[in-house]
C-alpha cells in the first residue's frame, strides 16, 4: 500500500529526485532475516496501549438502545430509563472498561435522551451533530497543540453510530432521514432496525429493501463494510445486502431445550436473540465488533476526522496554495495568525493599562480630597474645642474667686458672731426688751456647706455648736431660737 | 536548544481515569478478534524502517548492513578497488523492500562514507544531524498541511548504528564522545564495536565494560535508553540489553561450510569466524534487538519522543521570529546544514509542490 516513495538525502541535485522511484526495487533475501514478527510487534504495542472504541446511538426513547449494547456487550451497564419528556435531545456519554483475555477496551457508549420525543422535532439532530463535531474539535485542539501527547490522548471520537430505526414496516420517517442526512458525512452510520420481533420476516424483507433504496434514493452515506481484504471481503460482501440489521435486544435467559438462552419469551413462543433464524444479532455483533472494528477506527480518523479538520482550518483561513499558487505553508498563515494576535493583543493591552492609570490617577486624586477635609475638619474641631476650654477656664475663674469672696464673707460673719457671744448682756438687755413679746425669734444661720470640703477647720467650729450640719448646697437654715 | 529539550516523557501508557468502571463480561463477545483485525491491516499496509550506518570506512558497516538483512544491499567496497576515499562526509541513501512470509518491509539504510576520515574532522556531525531533522521537518511539513495523505510517508531515521573502532583502548574516542553526545538527543543510536574478531573475548569484556563506563561518565542515553521503561517487564529485558551494549559484532556476507553446515562466516588461516554463533561474536543480539524484538519500539520512540520535542523546538522557534523578510522563508532545522539555509527551504517547497503534482497525476 506504501506507494509513495522513500525521500532522498538533500545532498542529491533535483533532477535525480525524479529517478527516486527507481531506486526503491524488491531484494530477495538469502535467508531467514525474522520480520515477520513485526506485526507481533505491533500487536503487543496496541495491546500494552489498551483500544478504544466509542459507540453514539440515536433513537427514540424507549426503542432499545440500552438493551441492545447490553447484549451486544454482554454485560449490564448500568443505565436508568429514561423519561418521555425532556424539553431537549441530550447527548448523555459512559465510559467503561472492559476485558477479554488480554485485551483492554475502552468502551464509551453515548446516548441521546430525548430523541424524538419533543412535539417540535426542529433540533433534535443538531446536539448530535454538535457534540460529535466537539470531539472532532478536542482532538484537532490537542494535535494543534506545540506540547502534545497524542499517544496518551483518550481518543472520544465516534466511530460508529447506531441509528435505531423503529419496526414500523413502512418507511424511514423524517426525523430518521433528516438526521443520518446530517450525520453520514461526520460519522460512519450502521442503521439497524429495532424491536425486530414485531415485524414478521416476509414484512421484514419487504421494509429492508424500502429502507435501503430510501436511503439511497436520498444520497445518505451509510457505512459500507470494506471489501478491499480477501480474507473478509466475501463475508463482508454478503453482510453489506443484508443491512440494515434487523435486531432483538435481550439480556433475559429462557430456557429452551436444554440450554439457557438470551432469549424474549411471548405466550406464542420465544424469541431467541444469538439465533441466526429469529433476527441479525449475530451478524451484527460479528461485523461490528470482530471483523471491522479496526476499520471503524481507521475510516473515522483518515475520513471523517481529516474532512473535519479539513474544512475547520479552511474556514480559519488556512490554504495550502497562497494567492500567486505558490505553495504556502500552514506554518506561515499560522505565523501571520500569530503576529496579528499578538499586536492586537498588545493594543489592548496598551490600552488597558491606560485606562488603569487614569483610574489609579482620579482615584487618588479623590483619596487626597477626602484627606484633605478630615485635616480641616480636625483642625476645626480642635480650635472649637480649644475655645471650649479656654471658656471653661474662665468660668472656674470665676468661681473660685465666688468662693474666696464667699469664704471670707463666713469668716468675718463668724467673727461677728462670736463677738455678739462674748457681750450676751446687750443682747440679753436687748433680749429683756424683747421679752415682753414672747415669741420666737428666728436666727439665722448660715452654713457654709462646702465648708467640708474646702477647709476642714470650719467643720469643727460647727460642730462644736452642735448645729446640725446639713450637706447639700449653699443655703441658710433658720433656727428656732427661745428668746434668750 | 538543549534547555527546550527536556527529558522526554515515557513513551506509551494505558490511560486510566478512575471514573471508569470495569465491566464484567457474562460471556465471550469476540473483542479480541481486533487483534486478528490489527494483524491484517498491518501486513497490507506494509512497515517502514529507516536505519542509518556511521562509522569510519572500512569498519565494515556495509557489510553489517548485507549481513542483517542478508542481502546484497551494497556491493561492499574491498580496500584498494580504486574506490576513493570521499573528500567531505556525503550521505548515501538506498531503498529496497523485503518480504518475508506476507511482511513487507520497506527498508532504507543511509551510509555515511567519509565520517571520521578527515584530518580535521571537526563538526562532522553536522551534516549527519541536519540529515536527521530534515527528515524530521519534512514530515513535520506534510503533517501540518491542510490536505493529508491518508499515510505520511515516514522517512524519519529510526535508528542510527554507531561503529566504534576495535582499538582496546582505554575510553571511547574525543570524536566518538562528541558525536554520540549531540546524536544520542535526536535519534536512537546504538553503538557497536566493529571488526570485533581482532580483540580477544577477555579485551572484548574489557572494553565493553570501559565504553559503558564512558558512556555513564558523559551521560549520554543509548538506546534502550532507561527513561522510557515502562514497566518491570521492560526494564528487566531492557537491563539485559544495556548490559551488553555495545555489542562486538562481526560481518560477513560470504558463506563457508561448518561441520556439514552452511553458515556465513569470515575464513582466516586460523579457523572460520561464524557470524552467527554467540560463541564467535555477538551479531545476533544486534540482529534480535533491531528486528526481532525492538523494532516497533524504536519507531514508537523516534515518533513519540524525537520527533515531538523537534516539533516542539521547531514550533516554539518560529514564533520568535521577526516579522518580515525572515520569517516567510521558514529557517531549516536548528543543526546548521552546508546547505545555505536560504536554499534548503525553497528547495523543499519545491519539492512538496512537485510531490503534489506527481499525486495530481496519479
Known sequence: MAAKTAGMPSQLPDSEQNQKKDNTRSLTMSGHVGFESLPDQLVNRSIQQGFCFNILCVGETGIGKSTLIDTLFNTNFEDHESSHFYPHVRLKAQTYELQESNVHLKLTIVNTVGFGDQINKEESYQPIVDYIDAQFEAYLQEELKIKRSLFNYHDSRIHVCLYFISPTGHSLKTLDLLTMKSLDSKVNIIPVIAKADAISKTELQKFKIKLMSELVSNGVQIYQFPTDDETIAKINASMNGHLPFAVVGSMDEVKVGNKMVKARQYPWGIVQVENENHCDFVKLREMLLCTNMEDLRDQTHTRHYELYRRCKLEELGFTDVGPEHEPLSLQETYEAKRHEFYGERQRKEEEMKQTFVQRVKEKEAMLKEAERELQAKFEHLKRVHQEERIKLEEKRRLLEEEIIAFSKKKATSEIHQNQSFMVPGSSLRKDKDRKKEPGYRFELLCFDVRACETSDGRTDTEEGRGAPRPRGGLGSVWRRSQGL | ?362
Open chain 2, 1 to 362: 536548544m538543549d534547555p527546550l529539550r527536556q527529558p522526554p516523557s515515557p513513551c506509551s501508557s494505558r490511560p486510566s481515569s478512575p471514573r471508569t468502571p470495569s465491566c464484567e463480561m457474562l460471556g465471550y463477545v469476540g473483542i479480541e478478534a481486533v487483534l486478528d483485525q490489527l494483524k491484517i491491516k498491518a501486513m497490507k499496509m506494509g512497515f517502514e524502517f529507516n536505519i542509518m550506518v556511521v562509522g569510519q570506512s572500512g569498519l565494515g558497516k556495509s557489510t553489517m548492513v548485507n549481513t542483517l538483512f542478508k542481502s546484497k544491499m551494497w556491493k561492499s567496497t574491498l580496500p584498494g578497488l580504486g574506490v576513493p576515499t570521499p573528500k567531505t562526509l556525503q550521505l548515501q541513501s538506498v531503498t529496497h523492500v523485503i518480504e518475508e512470509k506476507g511482511v513487507k518491509l520497506k527498508l532504507t539504510v543511509t551510509d555515511t562514507p567519509g565520517f571520521g576520515d578527515q584530518i580535521n574532522n571537526d563538526k562532522c556531525w553536522d551534516p549527519i544531524l541536519g540529515y536527521i531533522n530534515e527528515q524530521y521537518e519534512r514530515y513535520l511539513q506534510e503533517e501540518i498541511l491542510i490536505t493529508r495523505q491518508r499515510h505520511i510517508p515516514d522517512t524519519r531515521v529510526h535508528c542510527c548504528v554507531y561503529f566504534v573502532p576495535p582499538t582496546g583502548h582505554c575510553s571511547l574516542r574525543p570524536l566518538d564522545i562528541e558525536f554520540l553526545q549531540r546524536l544520542c538527543q535526536t535519534v536512537n543510536v546504538v553503538p557497536v564495536i566493529a571488526r570485533a574478531d581482532s580483540l580477544t573475548i577477555e579485551e572484548r569484556e574489557a572494553f565493553r565494560r570501559r565504553i559503558q563506563h564512558n558512556l555513564r561518565t558523559h551521560c549520554i542515553e543509548v538506546y534502550p535508553q532507561k527513561c522510557f521503561d515502562e514497566d518491570i517487564n521492560d526494564r528487566i529485558l531492557n537491563s539485559k540489553i544495556r548490559e551488553r551494549i555495545p555489542f562486538a559484532v562481526v560481518g560477513a556476507d560470504r558463506e563457508h561450510l561448518v561441520n556439514g553446515r552452511c553458515v556465513l562466516g569470515r575464513k582466516t588461516k586460523w579457523g572460520i569466524i561464524e557470524v552467527e554463533n554467540m560463541a564467535h561474536c555477538e551479531f545476533p543480539l544486534l540482529r534480535d534487538l533491531l528486528i526481532r524484538t525492538h523494532l516497533q519500539d524504536l519507531k514508537d520512540i523516534t515518533h513519540n519522543v524525537h520527533y515531538e520535542n523537534y516539533r516542539v523546538f521547531r514550533l516554539n522557534k518560529s514564533h520568535v521570529l521577526p516579522r518580515g523578510p525572515g520569517w516567510v522563508n521558514l529557517a531549516p532545522g536548528p543543526a546548521p546544514s552546508p546547505a545555505s539555509p536560504q536554499a534548503t527551504p525553497r528547495t523543499m517547497k519545491v519539492c512538496r509542490w512537485t510531490q503534489d503534482n506527481s499525486d495530481d497525476e496519479y
